[in-house]
Structures are given as structure tokens and as C-alpha cells.
């Protein structure tokens, strides 16, 4: 019995830190997007917002990834990325060119980071294909 309790709160605690990683994740990604945003010329970009814009382009991105992968998959990669950035655009209330180069600047900006913090050896360069 104490076994199993004890695998429950391993489990429970898997969880947690699996949740806690997301939210650092976000944050992260998010302090990229805002300061590639403010970079481009995005009055309204914040770290809140970049928040928000990552998850629900990422949710929305997704689902229309797979909805159109359903009827024809050639065409979904490009159409779920366009549904990514538009709802960047649309929760920074700015263009589409912009709402790209926050996209692009934050992305150069995340690998950059990560490739000097591997040649410091502080995490492996296999952690780049997160992006």
C-alpha cells in the first residue's frame, strides 16, 4: 500500500513539474515575442500578450493544421503557420508584415540565445529543435 502512494505522488509530481515547464516555456517564448515585437515597432507588444498570442496561434495553428491535413495535406503547414500569425497580428492589433518579423526576430532571437548558451555547455544543442 505504501508502494502505491508512493508511485500516486511521483505521478502527481510528474505532473506538476510537466505543467510548472510549460508555464516557464511560455514565459520565455513570450520575452522573446514582446521584445521582437517592441523591436519591429509594435506599440501594443507585452509580455502578456505575447503570451497569449503564442498559445492560442499555437492551439489555433494546430487545429488548423490537422483540419486541412484531413482534405489536403500539402497545403496545411502553410495554412496552419498563416493562423499562427494571425493571431499574433491580431492580439498585437498590428499587420501582417509585422506581426511576421516579430515571428522571425523572436525566433532568430530564441536561437541565438540558445546556441551561445550551448557553447557555454549550460544545455545541449539538441535542445534547438524546440523551436
Same mark, same amino acid.
Given at each position: 500500500? =505504501?508502494?502505491?502512494?508512493?508511485?500516486?505522488?511521483?505521478?502527481?509530481?510528474?505532473?506538476?513539474?510537466?505543467?510548472?515547464?510549460?508555464?516557464? !516555456?511560455?514565459?520565455?517564448?513570450?520575452?522573446?515575442?514582446? @521584445?521582437?515585437?517592441?523591436?519591429?515597432?509594435?506599440?501594443?507588444?507585452?509580455?502578456?500578450?505575447?503570451?497569449?498570442?503564442?498559445?492560442?496561434?499555437?492551439?489555433?495553428?494546430?487545429? =488548423? $493544421?490537422?483540419? =486541412?491535413?484531413?482534405?489536403?495535406?500539402?497545403?496545411?503547414?502553410?495554412?496552419?503557420?498563416?493562423?499562427?500569425?494571425?493571431?499574433?497580428?491580431?492580439?498585437?492589433? $498590428?499587420?501582417?508584415?509585422? !506581426?511576421?518579423?516579430?515571428?522571425?526576430?523572436?525566433?532568430?532571437?530564441?536561437? =541565438?540565445?540558445?546556441? @551561445?548558451?550551448?557553447?557555454?555547455?549550460?544545455? $545541449?544543442?539538441?535542445?534547438?529543435?524546440?523551436?
Amino acid at each position: 500500500m =505504501v508502494g502505491a502512494m508512493h508511485g500516486a505522488a511521483l505521478f502527481a509530481a510528474m505532473g506538476v513539474m510537466g505543467v510548472l515547464s510549460f508555464l516557464i !516555456a511560455l514565459f520565455i517564448a513570450a520575452i522573446f515575442l514582446s @521584445l521582437a515585437g517592441k523591436l519591429v515597432g509594435i506599440e501594443k507588444a507585452s509580455i502578456g500578450r505575447s503570451m497569449i498570442a503564442i498559445l492560442g496561434g499555437g492551439i489555433l495553428g494546430g487545429i =488548423v $493544421t490537422l483540419l =486541412v491535413a484531413l482534405v489536403f495535406a500539402p497545403l496545411a503547414p502553410l495554412l496552419g503557420f498563416l493562423a499562427n500569425l494571425w493571431v499574433i497580428k491580431t492580439v498585437f492589433e $498590428t499587420g501582417w508584415l509585422r !506581426a511576421f518579423l516579430a515571428w522571425l526576430l523572436s525566433a532568430v532571437m530564441a536561437a =541565438v540565445i540558445m546556441m @551561445l548558451l550551448a557553447a557555454f555547455g549550460l544545455f $545541449t544543442i539538441g535542445a534547438l529543435s524546440a523551436l
